[in-house]
C-alpha cells in the first residue's frame, strides 16, 4: 500500500482521514489477495493513492460482521440510535473541509462545490436521525370480534448501497443514515473512482461511536463484489445509484434473493422555457442546471426546450452566461467546471456532439482547443437538437447543453416526455395555467418549476419509468429500510 499521497498530506487539517484500505466490522483491511487498484486525481491523472480490492470471503466477512452488530443495533432505542448519527453529523461537519479536499481531489469538482456536497450529504444524516423517532404504526378498527389490530415498523435487515462517483459523500449518507435511523447496518460498496469519501465517513462514523460491523465500506472489482451482494440471502435490501445499465443488471441479480430494491438510476431532464419568461432570467437558470458538476449530474437539464418566439434571444442570454463559465482544476479559485471523471467520459462527450453536428444541429460554442488537460471538455452549446439524436437520446453526463425550439405546449410536453428516463424535469414559466398543466403531464418524479434548486432532506428524490424505483429522503425515505409487520390480537 503507498504512503499519503504529498498533496493529500499538504492539504488535510486530519490525515487520518485518508485511508487506503476498507472498512469492515470496525477494522481497516486491505485485500487477502495482494490486488490493489490506484485512484487518480481527474484534473492532473496524479495516483493520490490505492485501494485495495477484497476478496470474496472478506465480503462475505462484512455480511458475518453486519448479522452480528444487527442484533444489538436494532434493540438500541430510536433516541439512542438518533444520537450517535447526530454525533457522526457534528463530526462531519466539523470536517467539512477535509472531506471537501479528499472529494475534489478524487471526483474533481470545484472546492466550493464539494464543500455543498459535504453540507447536503451531512444535512440527510440529521433529518434520518431525527426521522427514526418518528416511525410509526398504527392501529386498524377491527373487523375481527374481540381482537386488536395494527402495525409496527420493523428494521429490513442488512442493506447494501452502492454508490456512484458524481457525488461521492451525500449519495452515501442519502441512503445510509435512512438505512442507520431505521436499524439496519449497512454495506457500502462506493465506486472506485472515488472511493475516499466512502473511507473517510466509515472513520467518522467510528469516531462518531456508531459501532462496528454496522458502517461497512467494502472496495473490490465492482461486477464481482456486486453479484456476491446481490446474491447473498442475508442482505436483505440492495440500494443503487448509478446507471440504468447497471441498475438493470443488480435488478435480474437480486431476482433470486427477493430483495427491497432501491434504484437511483440515469436521467436526461428536460428544461421547458415558456413564452412569457424573460429570455436572460431562463438562460441563467438553464445553464446553473447544466453544467453543474461539469454536467456529471442526474438532475442536468440535457434538454432545453424553448418557445419558438423566444429562442433567438434565449440563445444569445445563454452564450453570454456560458462564456463567462471558467474550466479548471477545481482545488484553484474561481472555477465552474472541474474534469471530466476520466478519458473515457471526455470521449463519449465528444462523440455525442460530433453526432450531434453531422445530422444537423449548430455548434454555437465549445472549442475544445482551449480545454486546460486530458480529462477536461469545455462546455458545449447545441441548436436544432432533434430527437434522433444521440444528445437528445442518451444521457451525457458532460457539460453538453442542447436547445430545441417548439410551438405549443402538447408539443413541448410530448418532446419533454419522449425518453425512457423520468427522474426530474424543469419548467421556467410565470403563467399558473401552464405551471400546472405542464406540472401534472410531465412524466417525471421530480417536478421544479421556477427555481434550479429541488433536492434536499425534507423531500422525496426520485424517479419514474427507467429513472428507477423508490424514494429517498422526505418522509418516504426511511421506508426503503423498514417492513411493515401486521398484528392482529385475538380474543386477549
Ligand atoms: P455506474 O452505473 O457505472 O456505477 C455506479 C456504481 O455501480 C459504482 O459503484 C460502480 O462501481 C458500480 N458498477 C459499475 N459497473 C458495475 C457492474 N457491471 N456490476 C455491478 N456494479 C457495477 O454509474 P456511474 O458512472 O458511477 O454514475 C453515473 C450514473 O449515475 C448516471 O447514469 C447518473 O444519472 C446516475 N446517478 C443517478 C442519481 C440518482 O439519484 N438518480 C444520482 C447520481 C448519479
New binding site residues.
Given amino acids: 500500500m503507498t504512503t499519503l499521497s504529498t498533496t493529500l498530506a499538504k492539504r488535510l487539517e486530519d490525515p487520518r482521514l485518508f485511508r487506503q484500505y476498507a472498512y469492515v466490522n470496525g477494522k481497516w483491511v486491505h485485500g487477502e489477495g495482494g490486488r490493489e487498484e490506484a485512484v487518480y486525481d481527474p484534473a492532473t491523472n496524479e495516483a493520490i493513492g490505492h485501494i485495495p480490492l477484497l476478496e470474496a470471503n472478506q465480503i462475505t466477512a462484512a455480511v458475518d460482521a453486519a448479522e452480528v452488530a444487527f442484533v444489538r443495533w436494532r434493540a438500541l432505542r430510536a433516541d439512542e440510535r438518533c444520537e450517535r448519527l447526530l454525533a457522526w453529523y457534528d463530526l462531519i461537519q466539523a470536517n467539512r473541509e477535509d472531506l471537501a479536499t479528499i472529494m475534489t481531489l478524487e471526483q474533481g469538482k470545484p472546492l466550493p462545490d464539494a464543500r455543498g456536497e459535504v453540507e447536503y450529504g451531512a444535512s440527510f444524516v440529521r433529518w434520518f436521525a431525527e426521522e427514526g423517532k418518528r416511525t410509526y404504526g398504527e392501529t386498524i378498527p377491527s373487523h375481527i370480534p374481540n381482537a386488536s389490530l395494527g402495525t409496527i415498523k420493523e428494521p429490513v435487515g442488512i442493506a447494501a448501497m452502492?454508490?456512484?462517483?458524481?457525488?461521492p459523500l451525500a449519495?452515501i449518507t442519502r441512503k445510509a443514515a435512512a438505512a442507520l435511523a431505521a436499524g439496519c447496518p449497512v454495506i457500502v460498496?462506493?465506486?472506485?473512482e472515488t472511493p475516499f469519501s466512502a473511507l473517510a465517513l466509515a472513520e467518522l462514523a467510528e469516531r462518531a461511536g456508531i459501532p462496528a460491523g454496522i458502517f461497512n465500506v467494502v472496495l473490490g472489482e465492482?461486477?464481482e463484489v456486486?453479484k456476491i451482494l446481490c446474491s447473498e440471502p442475508r442482505i436483505r435490501a440492495l440500494s443503487?445509484?448509478?446507471?440504468?445499465?447497471?441498475?438493470r443488471?443488480?435488478m435480474e441479480q437480486s431476482a433470486g434473493t427477493v430483495k427491497r430494491l432501491s434504484l437511483?438510476?440515469?436521467?436526461n431532464a428536460p428544461f421547458v422555457v415558456g413564452p412569457d419568461m424573460d429570455p436572460k432570467e431562463a438562460a441563467y437558470a438553464a445553464v446553473d442546471a447544466k453544467f453543474q458538476t461539469a454536467g456529471q449530474?442526474?438532475l442536468a437539464a440535457n434538454r432545453i426546450l424553448v418557445h419558438e418566439s423566444i429562442h433567438d434571444a434565449f440563445v444569445t442570454e445563454f452564450t453570454e452566461r456560458m462564456a463567462a463559465l471558467t474550466v479548471g482544476n477545481g482545488l484553484k479559485s474561481e472555477i465552474d467546471l472541474g474534469p471530466l471523471i476520466h478519458r473515457q467520459a471526455v470521449e463519449k462527450a465528444a462523440a455525442i456532439v460530433d453526432d450531434a453536428i453531422s445530422r444537423g444541429a449548430t455548434l454555437v460554442m465549445g472549442d475544445q482547443s482551449q480545454a486546460p488537460g486530458e480529462n477536461f471538455f469545455m462546455p458545449v452549446l447545441l441548436t436544432g437538437v432533434t430527437p434522433q439524436m444521440k444528445v437528445w437520446r442518451e444521457?451525457n453526463?458532460a457539460p453538453v447543453a442542447g436547445v430545441t425550439a417548439y410551438g405549443s405546449d402538447e408539443e413541448v410536453i410530448e418532446l419533454a416526455n419522449d425518453t425512457e428516463y423520468g427522474?426530474a424535469a424543469y419548467v421556467y414559466t410565470h403563467d399558473i395555467r401552464r405551471i400546472w398543466k405542464l406540472m401534472r403531464a410531465l412524466e417525471y418524479g421530480m417536478v421544479s418549476v421556477n427555481s434550479v434548486k429541488m433536492t434536499g432532506p425534507p423531500v422525496p428524490?426520485g424517479?419514474v419509468k427507467q429513472?428507477?424505483l423508490g424514494r429517498e429522503g422526505g418522509a418516504t425515505g426511511i421506508d426503503e429500510y423498514l417492513e411493515t409487520k401486521y398484528y392482529c390480537l385475538g380474543a386477549l
Fill in positions: 452502492i454508490t456512484p462517483w458524481n457525488f449519495m460498496k462506493p465506486a472506485n465492482p461486477a456486486s443503487f445509484t448509478g446507471s440504468t445499465r447497471v441498475g443488471l443488480l437511483e438510476l440515469g436521467g449530474d442526474c444521457e453526463f427522474l428524490f424517479g429513472s428507477g
